[in-house]
């Protein structure tokens, strides 16, 4: 656990004051080894969390006991903005809360494949009412059967792909030719494919056809087709150490365990939240593990804060069917299949003036936080490893005015980092802060996006995207590459400062900056773009800049800038040998300093004769992005216990 050990007293005094509670009478407590017939002391516990959140109110505490809890918790009632309904784990104990249940019996069923019969939650990828069915070994995500085979890392953000032969036939009918495609004995009618082209990503069903060539029927029409395709969905396909293959008809379940063994610690997904705060306001939970499930809330919850959870394999899909129209913003295009399961993945913050602080968010198909409704705060957090489907779904995607979204550590993301979607978000994106927070390895699995991206006709008007650290990530393709701030399609009013961009390689366009309306003014100042920047229109305001990888700028007001013929004399600039951080701040005889123009509200607090240029002001203390937490991230697919 990532989380400071204290000692026990200590720890539950400090609690107790933090949530302004006087003593034990006022907490209940939960624990595997209660009743639900106990009263709810820490002598006599109850066995499950539901049967506290039904009696719990307002200002009082479920103390959670260490275990495993397989529920989804709905509260009875809502706290109050003095007085919270709190969920906490019990003097820093390891409590999870799963999504899953335990499966065994198994059988052997033919050379190293097993099965065993379990009723899974989806039918033939209906994808309504549970993602997708999911199954874990020692707490780790195992692969669907498919064709190519994720490598030994399974990892799903570096899944191994076959190249070409996805081509449209009209609407949604496409044939697939390529000659690594194998036969099946069973035949290919049934299975599923995934394909990726530039920014769009679907799903289709295969209709026939064998070895080198198949006939699809696609989630959605695309007249490009596709390039990057794997196939799922048949039991032939189950080849390979780890995967597993799920008959409906049957409901017999098939796995290829890690070690080739008979399995064991066999784990399947059946709930998907594990507390449903919708209709529910003023709850806090804190210091809880989830695994293989999230948290949502509703239009009316306020107030609710998920403080120093850990959470892991938060949701899981495999098709991308199109939103339904109703899920349309007014304003936006009919291409709702590329927001798929964008509104319904992650940790779900709808309504108003809720927080997600503290946390680690890790593995996700879709989101790893969603917002939707005015006034969240996401803060101080770790998102990782998330949108491995290629939505436009993103570690953190906003909907809705006045967020606040700061110090976050965002990393190994399928496409976009913090993503604006016109589809359901509209083009009202006003007041919206985006502040401090260190973005990399974006852009895994996609192309052209952003690590912040904003899409379309936006009106940013009265937020701020600032002091960001964009960085270390690698086109997925050479076409159309990867942006750092990428203000796609005229969206307009911006203000983009003291944000550092450096590292984005690979591919073609590879733009540190994206940005330029007729609309409005897009205000650009004291940036550190150490690559090439894209504006257009003219409609752009840029002073105080470093623009290391360019010449020059379109801007309709330009002045003091520095470009890529100026040795800057950072303190210590990128190499190639370095492990550790760059530090972009200047050295007193750097040509940027006092070099600048003040500008009011970017720079009033400047040393010297003059602001300086870029995104550190000499002098001063040097500003860090990214979230607080000491917590190592597996880069690999592995499970939390």
């Known amino acids: 656990m990532y989380f400071t050990k204290l000692n026990n007293l200590f720890y539950t005094f400090l609690t107790f004051v933090s949530l302004g509670i006087s003593g034990c009478d006022e907490s209940y407590f939960v624990s595997p080894n209660g009743s639900d017939e106990n009263p709810g002391t820490i002598d006599r516990p109850f066995k499950t969390v539901q049967k506290c959140a039904e009696i719990v109110q307002p200002g009082?505490?479920?103390w959670l006991r260490e275990g495993t809890y397989r529920e989804t918790v709905k509260p009875a009632v809502s706290g109050t903005n003095k007085e919270p309904i709190t969920f906490a784990a019990y003097e820093n104990e390891n409590v999870i809360l799963s999504g899953t249940e335990i499966v065994a019996d198994w059988t052997l069923d033919r050379d190293s494949i097993f099965r065993t019969n379990v009723s899974l939650p989806v039918n033939n990828y209906s994808d309504t009412g549970f993602f997708a069915n999911q199954?874990?070994?020692?707490?780790e995500m195992m692969p669907e059967a498919r064709f190519p085979n994720l490598d030994e890392k399974?990892?799903?953000l570096r899944p191994t792909l076959i190249g070409g032969g996805l081509k449209s036939e009209?609407?949604?009918?496409?044939?697939?030719?390529?000659?690594?495609?194998?036969?099946?004995?069973e035949g290919w009618a049934g299975a599923k494919v995934w394909s990726n082209e530039w920014y769009t990503t679907r799903t289709g069903t295969i209709t026939g056809g064998t070895a080198g060539k198949l006939t699809a029927q696609m989630s959605a029409p695309w007249d490009r087709g596709g390039f990057w395709l794997y196939f799922f969905g048949k039991l032939e396909l189950l080849d390979a150490e780890g995967e597993w293959f799920y008959d409906d008809s049957s409901q017999n379940l098939y796995l290829w365990s890690p070690d080739s063994k008979t399995p064991s610690a066999v784990e399947v997904k059946q709930r998907n939240f594990a507390f449903d705060l919708s209709e529910r306001s003023y709850i806090t939970v804190r210091n809880l593990n989830l695994f293989a499930n999230t948290i949502t809330t509703s239009d009316r919850s306020t107030g609710i804060v998920i403080d120093g959870i850990r959470a892991k394999y938060v949701s899981h899909h495999m098709t991308l069917p199109p939103l339904p129209e109703t899920e349309r913003a007014p304003d936006s295009d009919n291409a709702l299949f590329l927001a798929s399961h964008a509104n319904d993945t992650g940790i779900q913050l709808r309504g108003s003036g809720n927080t997600l602080k503290n946390s680690v968010i890790e593995w996700s198909s879709g989101n790893g936080v969603l917002l939707e409704g005015k006034n969240h705060q996401v803060t101080n957090n770790i998102i990782a490893s998330t949108n491995y489907m290629v939505s436009y779904a993103a570690p953190v995607r906003i909907n809705g005015n006045g967020h606040k979204i700061t110090h976050n550590t965002i990393t190994r993301a399928g496409r976009d980092a913090i993503s604006w979607d016109w589809h359901t978000a509209g083009i009202d994106g006003r007041n919206n802060e985006i502040a401090y927070n260190d973005i990399s390895q974006f852009g895994m699995l996609s192309t052209d996006l952003g690590a912040i991206y904003v899409c379309c006709h936006v009106n940013l008007e009265g937020g701020a995207i600032h002091h960001?650290?964009?960085?270390?990530t690698q086109a997925f393709s050479n076409a159309w590459g990867t942006r750092g701030i990428y203000l796609d399609l005229e969206s307009f009013n911006s203000t983009i400062h003291h944000n550092v961009v450096w590292n984005l390689i690979g591919g073609q366009d590879n733009y540190n900056l994206v940005a330029g309306s007729p609309r409005g003014y897009e205000r650009v100042f004291n940036n550190t773009f150490l690559g090439e920047v894209f504006t257009d229109g003219g409609s752009v305001d840029a002073r105080n800049n470093i623009f290391a990888g360019s010449k020059s700028i379109v801007a309709d007001r330009e002045s003091n800038n520095l470009f890529i013929d100026t040795d800057v004399k950072f303190v210590q600039p990128p190499t190639e040998e370095s492990k550790s951080l760059p530090d972009f701040s200047l050295k007193p005889d750097s040509p940027a300093v006092d070099a600048g123009v003040n500008i009011p509200g970017?720079?009033?607090?400047f040393k010297g004769d003059a602001p300086d240029?870029?995104?550190y002001e000499q002098g001063k203390p040097v500003w860090q992005a990214g979230s607080t937490l000491e917590y190592t991230l597996e880069k690999n697919n592995r499970g939390m216990r």
Do not use: Q, Y
Not at 135 to 139: K, Q, Y
Not at 468 to 472: L, Q, T, Y
């Open 154 to 156: 399974r990892d799903f």
């Open 60 to 62: 009082k505490i479920c």
């Open 602 to 605: 970017i720079t009033d607090d």
């Open 135 to 139: 199954v874990f070994v020692n707490g």
């Open 613 to 615: 240029i870029g995104a």
């Open 468 to 472: 960001n650290w964009i960085r270390d």
């Open 170 to 185: 009209g609407g949604t009918a496409a044939t697939i030719e390529n000659s690594e495609i194998p036969a099946l004995s």
